[in-house]
């Protein structure tokens, strides 16, 4: 059984540009929540997606958005990128009697 | 508002001695209480939780944690270090054990296990 699924593991943009990261939950989860973790830094949370809505999120623009799917699948999208949102972004997936399981993460780097 | 605080950038241990890696907590409410470890360029490794019961909770690679309600702290520990728990830590909080809240991380620890 795999784990979650992140991709792609690195990616490089220019400022300005948008991009779209992607997460694909572990069996039997439903619920995907996302963290930025900034080089030396511990994980920041974005926000949390559940039965394809937002339900919760953290102190990050609008420029960050969200989807789920209705396999629970998850993408992330971040426009109008910034040299400061270069960071490791993680994806963690729970479901029913099972706790956090996070992605090995996709490395963005804005130049 | 919940939140986690790591007072230590870096632990330094020798192999073969006892390592702690200190955790206070503040949320309202229950806190459930985690550790997690990390790797470099990996993502986050579940160690252990505290969510009720006895107050010394036992995880992965012998590390156990302990809760004291009264300092809010969970402090990470090993009996014995060794060279391969050179890693960063990351204690975090969620009040109340539902997915429905958030998990919230510390700052983390670096902890550096000289042979």
């Known amino acids: 059984d795999a784990g979650v699924t992140q991709s792609p593991t690195h990616l490089i943009k220019t400022r300005g540009q948008q991009v779209t990261l992607r997460c694909s939950p572990k069996?039997?989860?439903?619920?995907v929540s996302w963290y930025q973790q900034a080089l030396g830094q511990g994980p920041q949370f974005i926000f949390q997606y559940y039965e394809e809505e937002e339900r919760q999120r953290g102190n990050f623009p609008d420029r960050f958005s969200g989807h789920q799917f209705p396999n629970y699948s998850s993408e992330l999208n971040v426009n109008a990128l910034l040299l400061g949102d270069s960071a490791l972004y993680l994806c963690a997936t729970e479901g029913p009697g099972d706790g956090y399981t996070f992605g090995s993460g996709t490395r963005l780097t804005v130049v | 508002a919940q939140s986690v605080a790591q007072p230590e950038d870096q632990v330094n241990v020798a192999e073969g001695n006892p390592l702690t890696v200190k955790c206070t907590y503040s949320?309202?409410?229950?806190?459930?209480l985690f550790w997690y470890v990390q790797y470099p360029n990996r993502g986050l490794q579940f160690l252990l939780k505290?969510?009720?019961?006895?107050?010394l909770v036992k995880g992965s690679y012998g590390f156990e944690a302990e809760f004291n309600k009264s300092q809010t702290s969970f402090h990470l520990k090993k009996p014995s270090a060794l060279v391969s728990d050179s890693a960063l830590y990351f204690c975090?909080?969620?009040?109340?054990?539902?997915?429905?809240?958030?998990?919230?991380f510390g700052s983390g620890t670096r902890l550096s296990i000289r042979p």
């Open positions: 069996s039997g989860h439903d619920t």
């Open positions: 505290y969510i009720t019961g006895d107050n």
């Open positions: 949320v309202s409410g229950n806190p459930y």
């Open positions: 975090a909080v969620r009040s109340g054990y539902s997915s429905a809240s958030k998990i919230i």
